[in-house]
Structure formats: structure tokens, C-alpha cells
Nanobody, 115 residues
Framework: QVQLVESGGGLVQAGGSLRLSCAAS????????RGWYRQAPGKERELVAT??????TYADSVRGRFTISRDNFKNTLYLQMNSLKPEDPAMYYC??????????WGQGTQVTVSS
């Protein structure tokens, strides 16, 4: 089992920045992809960014504004969000996918952007 705990969400003005963190614990050795997803009310969960040994991927809507990174020593995943827009508010979830395909999710952290 893998436990994921997100933090760093909150209220920020449009154009502002937030940094999300996701600490992983448990059976983490075979995790090969970590990512951030978000889900706004009434919408499906969507990919924001992923990171693996082969690189990073970003949704078109956040590319150039958000940066995903990780600290392997701390087993922590980050999402630096800059130039936040009114369309960015959502519950943000971190994920961890193992080589065998099992995906784990955190409980989510809420991001709110005021205009």
C-alpha cells in the first residue's frame, strides 16, 4: 500500500501562485510515475502533470505556468502553480502509479482562485 498526503492548497488571487506538496509513504519502491490531477465541480478528473524517469508531461492548459517536480529523498511530489487563472480552481489530487499498474490517490487539496 501507498499513502499519499497532499498539502498547500488554498485561496489565491488570479495571477498569484501556490505550491502543492504530496508526501508519499508505505510501499513506494516500485512507483514509476507520479502525477497531479484535478477535478472541478461537475467535471471529470483531468490530468494536470506527470513525472517519471523519462521526463514530464503537462496538460495544454497549464503548460508554461505549472511545474511538476519531486524530491526523491523526501519522497515528496510538488506542483508549482504560477499565473493562476479563474479556470484553475479545483480539487487537486496527487497520484502514484506502480510498475504493475496499480494507482494510488491522495485525499486532495482544494485550490480556489479569486478574480
Amino acid at each position: 500500500q501507498v499513502q499519499l498526503v497532499e498539502s498547500g492548497g488554498g485561496l489565491v488571487q488570479a495571477g498569484g501562485s501556490l505550491r502543492l506538496s504530496c508526501a508519499a509513504s508505505g510501499s513506494i519502491l516500485s512507483i514509476n510515475v507520479r502525477g497531479w490531477y484535478r477535478q472541478a465541480p461537475g467535471k471529470e478528473r483531468e490530468l494536470v502533470a506527470t513525472i517519471s524517469s523519462t521526463g514530464t508531461t503537462y496538460a495544454d492548459s497549464v503548460r508554461g505556468r505549472f511545474t511538476i517536480s519531486r524530491d526523491n529523498f523526501k519522497n515528496t511530489l510538488y506542483l508549482q502553480m504560477n499565473s493562476l487563472k479563474p479556470e484553475d480552481p479545483a480539487m487537486y489530487y496527487c497520484s502514484a502509479r506502480k510498475v504493475v499498474g496499480t494507482t494510488y490517490w491522495g485525499q486532495g487539496t482544494q485550490v480556489t482562485v479569486s478574480s
